[in-house]
């Protein structure tokens, strides 16, 4: 009997409870602001203002809303007041921090390689066949320092018989020298005839010529003896391909190939948005990816910009004395590309307007006024921005709240 009692007296509450639940309203969200209210009677009935529901809104406990004002949620906080309250609006309160303009270092890191300054083949100017190799594989060598040593031939017979030709010629010279001066001697004693004076002279002048083309002969065959001697044009280190002793080498195959490791190049891509910062001179740090680090200066800008990337190519030129730093490693680089006036802003003040310009919004003259900004650097301690005035009083609380041009109630808090 008394669990008769108990479950009777749960089930009249459980049919109290129901009732009055029945009276409310259910709000379904995700339909935007004033959307989704339905009362519960209605979704029980299938239908709006059905008899129960109607009858329970003549006895006054039927949960009555009014109907929301319809809401653009597109518009923001500011926008929203404004439209409902219109002039009525009292000024917004807002807090800004004046900024001070500071002098910001300008610097671009950028990645790329190094790459040797040149790559020379040190190739034969005369064919012949290889007949003593110098240098070795990863050997440092200077200019003038030998590679190769060609067989020699017959070109030191060649040059003995030139030598043999000038003499000769010498010899030549001196007697029609001699001859020359013994006939204007006999012509200023009246015993020569003058017209006698044409063939010594002709003869003087012939001689000079063949001294002149035995020296030639001479230098051409001397020059043909020293090419079978590979000397090193530049500094750097030996590398492959590299001739073999007793090989035959025809003239412009190569006896070595050296790469001129100073000065070393980095290679990099300057984005289209700092290019106009870049210039010839500028200093560089780069680190590679060994450890290694060097001090450089930009030498060269492209004037195209690649086509898949949008960058432009720079080479910056290190010294690199002591060869250590090597040739294809990976490296980055930190341009200095001078300093400008910039702001330290914390990020909570960057905001977007309507059109997704990034910027800050500021108080100026009392009234709100949105101002596009370029971001320079992102640390820790916050965002350096370009393109604000050199003071400026920056919205750092409420600046969702305002639109550009509304008056404000505005506070200024000192900058720490």
């Keep these: 009997m008394r669990a008769l009692f108990s479950y009777g007296i749960a089930l009249v509450l459980l049919i109290l409870t129901g009732a009055w639940l029945a009276t409310g309203t259910l709000v379904m969200g995700g339909s935007g602001p004033g959307n989704g209210e339905r009362p519960i009677v209605s979704i029980i009935e299938g239908e709006e203002h059905g008899p129960i529901a109607t009858q329970l809104a003549e006895a006054g406990v039927l949960a009555q809303h009014e109907a929301s004002t319809e809401v653009d949620p597109h518009l923001t906080i500011a926008q929203r007041n404004e439209a409902e309250h219109g002039a009525n609006t009292g000024l917004q309160s807002v807090r800004t921090t004046t900024y001070v303009a500071q002098p910001f270092a300008i610097e671009v890191p950028l990645r790329g390689r190094t790459q040797a300054k040149a790559t020379v083949s040190a190739v034969a100017e005369t064919a012949g066949i290889v007949e003593t190799v110098h240098v070795t594989k990863g050997q440092k060598v200077a200019v003038g320092d030998p590679l190769c040593t060609l067989d020699q031939g017959t070109r030191a017979a060649a040059v003995a018989q030139a030598d043999a030709g000038l003499a000769q010629a010498n010899a030549a010279l001196a007697q029609a020298q001699a001859d020359f001066d013994t006939n204007a001697e006999l012509r200023s004693k009246g015993v020569a005839t003058a017209n006698s004076a044409r063939g010594v002279e002709v003869a003087l002048a012939a001689a000079q010529a063949s001294v002149t083309s035995a020296k030639a002969n001479l230098d051409n065959a001397q020059a043909e003896l020293d090419r079978t001697l590979i000397n090193a044009k530049v500094n750097g280190v030996v590398q492959a391909p590299l001739a073999d002793a007793g090989a035959m080498l025809a003239q412009g195959q190569p006896c070595a190939t050296i790469v001129q490791l100073d000065p070393m190049l980095f290679i990099g891509q300057v984005p289209e948005v700092r290019i106009g910062l870049a210039k010839l001179g500028l200093s560089a740090s780069i680190t590679t990816i060994t450890g290694q680090t060097a001090e450089g200066k930009v030498s060269f800008i492209a004037t195209t910009a690649d086509a898949a990337t949008r960058s432009f190519p720079v080479e910056i030129e290190l010294p690199n004395a002591d060869g250590t730093?090597?040739?294809?490693?990976?490296?980055?680089?930190?341009?200095?590309?001078?300093?400008?006036?910039?702001?330290?802003?914390?990020?909570?003040?960057?905001?977007?307007?309507?059109?997704?310009?990034?910027?800050?919004?500021?108080?100026v003259d009392g009234a709100a006024k949105f101002m596009p900004i370029e971001i320079a650097s992102d640390t820790r301690d916050g965002v350096w921005v370009l393109g604000l005035p050199v003071a400026v009083d920056v919205i750092t609380v409420g600046q969702e709240y305002v639109i550009d041009g509304q008056a404000v109630d505005a506070t200024n808090v000192t900058a720490s």
């Design 325 to 363: 730093i090597r040739d294809g490693i990976t490296a980055t680089a930190v341009v200095n590309m001078g300093s400008a006036p910039a702001h330290l802003l914390p990020q909570s003040t960057l905001t977007l307007d309507a059109d997704g310009v990034l910027g800050v919004r500021a108080v």
